[in-house]
């Protein structure tokens, strides 16, 4: 069964990017799953960090406006089973334009059109807001990963995506798979009171995985390449490799709790 997931963060800065590019990734190379990544945040920062120009690609936003099929818009990566959809600028005002502006069901056509594909995993990139992309990537999601840092500002703005998903959730079936931490510092000496927080906002949701600050993130993003191919011996390579095979087994376990029978 095809797995949709939804990366989201309140706010900037809190790796979402980065976690949705290595997280596919990981499942592609080590996991051998066929995986499509949407890059559904105007920034197109995902994009780029996988070596394309958003200004010479197609991105969902045609889709959605119905000028262009799902699979027009759909490249191949460098990563053998990993494809995405690229973003551009476009994306960012598309529930105001065109045939979107007039349809009180906007928010279901993303849903609508992924359903079809033939995927392992869809991982949706979703912007650092509360708005109509992040609430149509939730509504056409089974899950969602929450994205955060150990600082004040990313962990205070946890409670109102917290409302957010609840809210979504109350009419579409949602998943909150687990919280992610990126940034990490072991020996940080505020741990203990940021992790208490997200474990109010989120009960039992934190995965054990954290990924632990590496200049090596960010220098993949300048080949566009992941890090398991730039440099894969990198603390952060290991930790994202830790949180996938992680990720997978929550998911199977989820799955088997929701089909289970009652006696």
């Given at each position: ?129 509360l708005c109509w992309l992040t609430e149509s990537a939730l509504i056409a ?31 579409h079936p949602l998943n909150i798979l687990g919280v992610i931490l990126s ?81």
């Amino acid at each position: 069964m095809m797995q949709t997931i939804a990366v989201s963060s309140f706010k900037g800065g809190t790796a979402k990017t980065s976690t949705t590019l290595h997280i596919g990734s990981a499942l592609a190379k080590f996991h051998k799953k066929k995986v499509l990544l949407i890059d559904f945040d105007a920034q197109a920062n995902l994009t780029t960090g996988l070596g394309f120009d958003p200004d010479e690609n197609e991105s969902m936003a045609s889709v959605l406006q119905g000028n262009q099929t799902i699979d027009s818009v759909i490249l191949k990566t460098c990563i053998p089973n990993l494809d995405i959809i690229p973003a551009d600028t476009w994306l960012e005002r598309v529930e105001v334009t065109g045939n979107l502006a007039s349809d009180r069901y906007s928010h279901e056509r993303l849903k609508g059109l992924i359903t079809p594909l033939t995927y392992d995993y869809i991982i949706i990139d979703t912007p650092p807001s509360l708005c109509w992309l992040t609430e149509s990537a939730l509504i056409a999601a089974q899950h969602t990963l929450v994205c955060a840092t150990p600082e004040f500002y990313s962990v205070k703005g946890l409670e109102r995506l917290s409302q957010f998903v609840e809210n979504v959730s109350a009419r579409h079936p949602l998943n909150i798979l687990g919280v992610i931490l990126s940034f990490w510092n072991p020996r940080g000496r505020s741990n203990d009171a940021f992790l208490d927080v997200i474990e109010r906002t989120f009960p039992k949701k934190m995965f054990n995985s954290k990924i632990r600050r590496d200049i090596n993130v960010s220098e993949a993003s300048i080949y566009g390449q992941p890090l398991f191919l730039t440099n894969k011996t990198s603390r952060a390579a290991d930790d994202y490799k830790g949180l996938a095979k992680e990720m997978v087994e929550r998911i199977k376990k989820y799955a088997a709790n929701t089909t289970k029978k009652p006696a």
